[in-house]
């Protein structure tokens, strides 16, 4: 059996990703390498844990001894690596995390590949999982394109541009095989409550602010989780050897207008009246730095791969708002300790 790591297993997106090739590929021996930090977490796989082709090794991928031992005991075919610290608001405050984990965590995995597969790159491959985030901010018109040029604002995409860079460094400089996609914003089920949807959702339940950043005219383009593990599976499996695929959604929301949606979703949910959840939204001190608008042209991967979102944004919305309607107790979990020094830090 082909050994295949995935790092940031326990995370949001890795998740769904080692959910869906664990059963989607009994070919394979899949490797989940995450340090479970704040935003890794057991019970986001807890589905798959028994299953025969699956492996959870807990470690930091900032350390290059274990990462090194970690090669020595096993030859891993292919690499998707989706470890990262991941949230702009963290990296403010924090930028060196930031800088430890996705450009050092990401040289210590791309040495290591370069060293075991030597110079035998036949059927290998480095699967490096970046944002649209790397492209820095549109205006009003436009969209990024694979060849958009790479212009990061905050610490987050700095770091995630400076792993990128290194990845294609390597691929020119010696041979390694790697592809490389950056995705829009993704929103799904066990997506850490510190990100936009679920934090709302989370306060929406719980009758509390809804801390809107600015004026709340910046805009993302949305791509429900799920559909990016399909598009991540295509890629890995069918994309072209040094390559880079854009990822998204076709689904542009301005916060302001995505936050009224969910009120008003989750008012008839939790039968409440009309209105009720709107009046929590709360216009707080902006964000530095914060990027305008990203949209992404995924024509490339849609015409190269024949990969496009399988659901509409207002299914992927019902089902995610279900998910956290139904899993309370994941919430709970997930909000008690750490998370509220965190918030009264941001949010204060
Ligand atoms: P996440 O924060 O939910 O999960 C990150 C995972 O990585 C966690 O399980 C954490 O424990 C693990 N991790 C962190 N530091 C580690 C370390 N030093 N060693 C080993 N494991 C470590 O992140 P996510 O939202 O699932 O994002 C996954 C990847 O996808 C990231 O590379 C991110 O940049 C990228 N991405 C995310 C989005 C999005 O909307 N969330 C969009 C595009 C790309
Ligand atoms: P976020 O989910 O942090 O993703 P990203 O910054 O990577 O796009 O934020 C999405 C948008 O929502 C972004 O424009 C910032 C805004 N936002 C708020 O207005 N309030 C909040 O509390 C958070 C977390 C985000």
New binding site residues.
Partial sequence: MKKILITGGAGFIGSHVVRRFVNKHPEYQIFNLDALTYAGNLENIKDIENQPNYTFIKGDIVDESFINELFSLHNFEGILHLAAES???RSIEDPLAFVKTNVIGTMNLLNAAKNQWKNNFEDKRFYHIS?D?VYGSLGTEGLFTETTSYDPNSP?SASKASSDHFVRAYGETYGLPYVLTNCS?NYGSYHFP????P?FINNIINNKPL????D?N?T?DWLFVEDHAIAIDLVFHEGKNHETYNIGGFNEWK?IDLVKLLCQIMDQKLGRDEGVSEKLITY?KN?PG??LR?AIDASKINKELGWKPSVTFEEGLEKTINWYLDNEEWLENVTSGSYKDYYQKQ?S
């Fill in positions: 949230h702009v608001d944002t985030e987050y914003n510190e990100k936009l949807i934090l801390p809107v950043y600015g709340g910046y993302r916060n707080v964000r914060h990027d990203y949010y």
